[in-house]
């Protein structure tokens, strides 16, 4: 009786070992198939946040050679009107140039749906906090440039006091030349848009490196990350 207990005894517990590895085992396997499928995510979401950074560094790109071309354009006026030069049709196509200054906007698709999942599913510290530092900084400028709004001033103020014809982008022709050298409204919204066209095009510098650098980095991460 006493073996036949003993036997009884090993044997019930080398089942409960069984179970127990049993569901360990499952277990194991469950948390692998959920870490598949938080990679499998993290993958699609960072393929879709590359294609948009991609797209950034190039209308990066042509926004700083626009800051340049207006910044270009407004020291053209300011040697016009400081060397008594006289007027000249060219100076149409400046007048016009001065009041575009806008920034391109992101498309922020990607990054929404990564911040609706939690950012912490980027596993990569260095590739998370670049990238929410990029879109946060974005989010930033825009938000700058729509308080100062320097466009809509020369439209709403500017160019209905000072001149005559107005076709966007294209020329601005003065009521008076003379009168407009010497208008301290004038020369004082000329240097807005200087300041707010290097302001933003130093940024644009700088977001373009990021972006670069944001790139690289989610090269290497999707280069980890399984594909199947």
Known sequence: MKGNSFKYVKYAIGEIV??????LIALQINNWNEYRKERKLE???LEGVLKSVVLDTSRLSIEVNDFNELLEYADYIKIKFDDGS????????AFAQIAISHLYTPDYTAFDRITSVGVDIIKNDSLRNLMVHYYDT????????????NSKYYRQH???KYFKSYKYGREVIPV?????KNSSEFRVALDYSINDAKYFKNWALH????????????????NQLPHD
């Open 176 to 180: 008076d030349y003379e009168s407009l």
């Open 18 to 23: 069984l179970v127990v590895i049993g569901i």
């Open 43 to 45: 993958l699609n979401l």
């Open 207 to 222: 977001r373009r490196d990021d972006a670069k650098k944001l790139i690289a980095l989610l090269n290497e991460n999707l």
């Open 86 to 93: 006289a007027y000249e049709k060219k100076l149409d196509t």
């Open 158 to 160: 500017i160019f209905p």
């Open 138 to 149: 974005s989010r930033h400028l825009y938000s700058v440039e729509t308080y100062f709004e």
